[in-house]
Antibody
Framework: QVQLVQSGAEVKKPGASVKVSCKASGYTFTGYYMHWVRQAPGQGLEWMGWINPNSGGTNYAQKFQGRVTMTRDTSISTAYMELSRLRSDDTAVYYC???????????????????WGRGTLVTVSS | EIVLTQSPGTLSLSPGERATLSCRAS???????LAWYQQKPGQAPRLLIY???SRATGIPDRFSGSGSGTDFTLTISRLEPEDFAVYYCQQYGSSRMYTFGQGTKLEIK
């Protein structure tokens, strides 16, 4: 079964770090980039960045540069997102999602997220 | 960075009615790079439309997408009870970066 299984909820104090995992199954882990998206309570979706599981290369949204680190362990088909120097406004559900593309009739790549994890709630509170 | 602005913020309609949701980009976006997602409470987003107008696998044909340039639309022709949710547009940008609109909440009137 093609799925992404995320680690469980976390409660952290301000200034601490959190590391969320995302285990892929049912497909070739190194064949798809993995993205991280977060959603604060009652708010919209915010893209954080991606990791290329094949090379380990990363690209982060400017907002998170210097605080986020995305890694992977190909031996267990798992991606990780670590966020440091946590603040109360980092309280959110963190999702992993893979992207893919489809060639349309004009030969253009149509990009989208086709598979999502169920999310991991990270609560930052003193 | 391209900003996506969705309107309205909240749309109140009854089952059986037609819903029209808008997504406007701050700069022109290739239709190939525009997708729509549905999110229900406590669930991850689900892909509805990609390439601005192509329905994802298993999505009912009452959902349709259209538009080009800076203006895109998601239309639900006849609302079913299960369609009441939050909808997001998304665009793919350079270096495989993505941005989302702020969402439109579709609620039962």
């Amino acid at each position: 079964q093609v799925q992404l299984v995320q680690s469980g909820a976390e409660v952290k104090k301000p200034g601490a770090s959190v590391k969320v995992s995302c285990k892929a199954s049912g497909y070739t882990f190194t064949g798809y980039y993995m993205h991280w998206v977060r959603q604060a309570p009652g708010q919209g979706l915010e893209w954080m960045g991606w990791i290329n599981p094949n090379s380990g290369g990363t690209n982060y949204a400017q907002k998170f540069q210097g605080r986020v680190t995305m890694t992977r362990d190909t031996s267990i088909s798992t991606a990780y997102m670590e966020l440091s120097r946590l603040r109360s406004d980092d309280t959110a559900v963190y999702y992993c999602a893979r992207d893919t593309y489809y060639y349309d009739s004009s030969g253009h790549r149509n990009w989208y997220f086709d598979l999502w994890g169920r999310g991991t709630l990270v609560t930052v509170s003193s | 960075e391209i900003v996506l602005t969705q309107s309205p913020g909240t749309l109140s309609l009854s089952p059986g009615e037609r819903a029209t949701l808008s997504c406007r980009a701050s700069q022109s976006v290739s239709s190939s790079y525009l997708a729509w997602y549905q999110q229900k409470p406590g669930q991850a987003p689900r892909l509805l439309i990609y390439g601005a107008s192509s329905r994802a696998t298993g999505i009912p044909d009452r959902f349709s997408g259209s538009g080009s340039g800076t203006d895109f639309t998601l239309t639900i022709s006849r609302l079913e009870p299960e369609d009441f949710a939050v909808y997001y547009c998304q665009q793919y940008g350079s270096s495989r970066m993505y941005t989302f609109g702020q969402g439109t909440k579709l609620e039962i009137k």
